[in-house]
Structures are given as C-alpha cells and as structure tokens.
C-alpha cells in the first residue's frame, strides 16, 4: 500500500492543521484531554459540531447533496489523523455517524430533506434504542410493541443502556410490530419523538460515576406511520445497514495511535519508560498501525460507494480490544497513583469531567502523572467497547459464518 502523500494532499493537510489551529479552543482541547466515555457531552459535542458545520467538515462520509466533503479517502485519513493529533472532542455518533446514514440509505426523500438538515444544525439530538433487557447481543429477541392504529404506531415496552437519552430529543428505534414469523421479520425502524407524553428516561450510573447511559420507558407512546424508515417489518435490513456504521464507519487508528504517543510521552516525562513497558507500546503500536492500514483500504472501498459489509466486525473487535488494551497500559503506567480514584457523580452544575470532579473531592494537591486522574474511570468505561453494538463475540460469529462459511 503506498501511503505517501502528493502534494495537494499535503497542502490539505496543512488546511486542515490550520483550521484546528484557529478553531480547537484550549476548554475543547482540555475537555477532550479529560474524557473518560467514547462520547463528549451534548454541550461540548454540539459545541464543536457547529464549527465543524459552519466549514462544512461535520460529515465526511455522507454525499455532498446531503452536506458531505467529497473529498477523496486520502483526505478523510488525513483529517481524521489531524483531528487525533490536536485533541479534538468526538462529535456524537448517534445523529452524523448512525441515523444519518440511515436515512440516506433507506429514508423516504421526505425524511432527508426534514431531518438531515436538523441533525446538522443539532435541532435534533438522537439516541438509539436497541437494546432491551432481555435483547442486547441477541437483539432480535426484542419485544418492543408497536401496535397498528390508523395512521399511527402505538407503541409500549422499554429500552436499556440508551446513551445520551437524557439529552435527546429523538430516538431511532426497533419496534415489535409482527410477533408470527421469524422474529427478524417482524422488526420496524422507527423515528421516536422523545419529548411526547408516555416517554420516561431513569438514568444508569457508570461505575466511574458518570451519566451516560439510561433506561427508557414507553406507555402508549403515539408515533405517526410516516416516521417508519424503510418498510414495517423489514427494519431489520435498515438496523444491519446502520450497525455496519456504528461498528466500522469510521477510523479506530489515529485515535489509538494518539493515545498510545501520550501514554509513551507520560512515561518518558515521568521516568517510568523501562525496557518491558517500551516493549508493550511498540508491540501495541505495531497492532494499532496494522489496522489503521485496514481501515484506509476500507476507506478507499466506502468512497467507491461501498459499505462497511463485514469488514465493520473485524473493525470493531480489533478498535474495541486494542482500546481496552490502551487502558491496561495506563493503569500500568499510573501505578500507584489510581489509589485516589473515587466515583463522582454529575454535579448540580452539570457533568463534571472525572479528571476534574477528583480534584474537587479533595484539599489535597493531586501529585502523579496527569493521566492517572482519568486511567481508572477510562478503564471501566471502555469494559463496554467489546460488548456495545454486538459483542465481540457476536462480531466472531458473524464473521466465522459470512467470511468462512462455517
């Protein structure tokens, strides 16, 4: 794979390191530095959604007719990479990265041209609601109900592990609206107002303390025919098109590769880089550059127009395991130091970084590397990157069936 650049490719990196120069502020770049989830808040994640919006950089992926980039994979790798490299905040997946390309692939044109525009502008802000408690991996096991009333769903049932669903407006959603067949069969898409009456949010709190993920709650919920996203009873082609996204549209490696680069710098300033530990990192970076080369060959096949196919569950076993992997390192590297690390749960200002919120619960001066405060809550929360959207598992299932036939 020749992965050298031509020289408009360089000239639009140097745009692109340029743009973060003038646009990364120093509280976004901090609060990037601190995260403990996958996902920024709402406040910071919209934040940097509307600059990303106003240069019109928000959603690479998506064609142009919608708000896409157009630009050519090498561009996408290098921004990706630039926007790893300057510590930029993940936007939220839920809206750009998920529904969106749902809609597009399977939305009425009446649905994208109402709700593409609002996901951009993040006048709808969205969660999903898959998983039950009874169907997570096995998530055709959900029942959900969706039941016929003239122009509309009446739905009942509830979700779990629905992140961001205290922030959300709107919920993509799988429904039971036929129980007689196969139980894929008789699956729909639907678009859920979540500000209508018989919808109630309870929230999860995460072993590191933080709220991220909910439980969710249908009573005759009303949802007009018209928000269904492909046909009643085959949403369940759309719910696979979409995780295809979720588990491989987008790029593990920069992301990995920076916060391995910080993990050895740490080390390094901190005197701790011993031959063993040295060791570690490059065997972990040899893996992490092994599927980032994955990742652009994938990249140049989604341009093509192209979907993630199979390849989305390689993707996300290897990002999942090599992530945690990074957090084993950490937890390593911060030694003794973890031993201050309490849960902390949202402030009444709001949610508090963990980083932060420790420094918070103490009079005393933190002393230590600067990772540590954030190690032990990263750990636990990246626990669940093998076991959201279809555990690893599952993913070695699919792949042992779609790939080797067995």
Not at 59 to 81: K, M
Not at 86 to 101: E, F, R, V
Not at 146 to 166: E, Y
Not at 332 to 352: D, I, K, N, R
Request: aromatic content about 8%; overall charge negative; glycine content about 10%.
């Amino acid at each position: 794979m020749n992965l050298s650049f031509t020289r408009e490719e360089e000239a639009f990196r140097d745009e692109v390191r340029a743009f973060l120069d003038e646009n990364l502020s120093e509280d976004l770049r901090a609060y990037a530095k601190r995260m403990t989830s996958v996902y920024s808040t709402k406040p910071i994640g919209m934040k940097w959604q509307q600059i990303l919006v106003k240069q019109g950089w928000a959603c690479p992926s998506w064609p142009v007719e919608y708000g896409g980039t157009g630009w050519t994979p090498a561009q996408r790798y290098i921004f990706d990479v630039e926007m790893a490299r300057a510590g930029a905040p993940p936007l939220s997946p839920m809206g750009i990265g998920m529904c969106g390309p749902a809609l597009i692939g399977h939305g009425s044109k009446e649905q994208k041209d109402y709700y593409l525009p609002r996901i951009l502008s993040g006048e709808d802000f969205w969660c999903q609601g898959y998983s039950e408690p009874h169907a997570g991996s096995d998530l055709a096991a959900l029942t959900m109900s969706a039941v016929d009333d003239d122009d509309a769903f009446i739905c009942n049932g509830s979700k779990i592990w629905t992140t961001h669903a205290h922030e959300a407006n709107k919920m993509f959603c799988l429904v039971r609206t036929d129980s007689s067949g196969k139980l894929q069969q008789g699956i729909t898409f639907l678009l859920i107002d979540m500000t209508q009456p018989g919808v109630k949010v309870d929230p999860i709190l995460m072993l590191s303390g933080e709220h991220i993920q909910n439980a969710v709650f249908f009573t005759d919920v009303r949802v007009p025919k018209a928000n269904v996203v492909g046909k009643v009873n085959e949403g369940w082609t759309v719910a696979k098109y979409l995780l295809e996204f979720e588990r491989g549209g987008s790029c593990y490696g920069p992301r990995l590769l920076a916060r391995l680069r910080a993990i050895r710098a740490t080390a390094a300033e901190e005197g701790l880089m011993d031959p063993g530990f040295a060791r570690k990192l490059s065997l972990a970076e040899a893996d992490i550059l092994a599927l980032e080369a994955a990742e652009l060959q994938q990249m140049s096949e989604l341009a093509t127009g192209g979907t993630p196919g199979l390849k989305a569950s390689m993707m996300k076993i290897r990002g999942t395991e090599l992530s945690q992997h990074l957090t084993e390192l950490s937890i390593e590297l911060a030694g003794v130091y973890v031993a201050p690390f309490q849960p902390q749960h949202t402030s009444p200002g709001g949610p508090v970084p963990v980083a932060d919120a420790l420094r918070l619960s103490s009079n005393e001066p933190f002393v230590g590397p600067e990772s540590a405060l954030t190690a032990p809550a990263k750990y636990l929360n990246d626990r669940a990157g093998s076991i959201y959207a279809g555990s690893n598992e599952i993913q070695r299932g699919i792949l042992s069936k779609g790939q080797l036939g067995l």
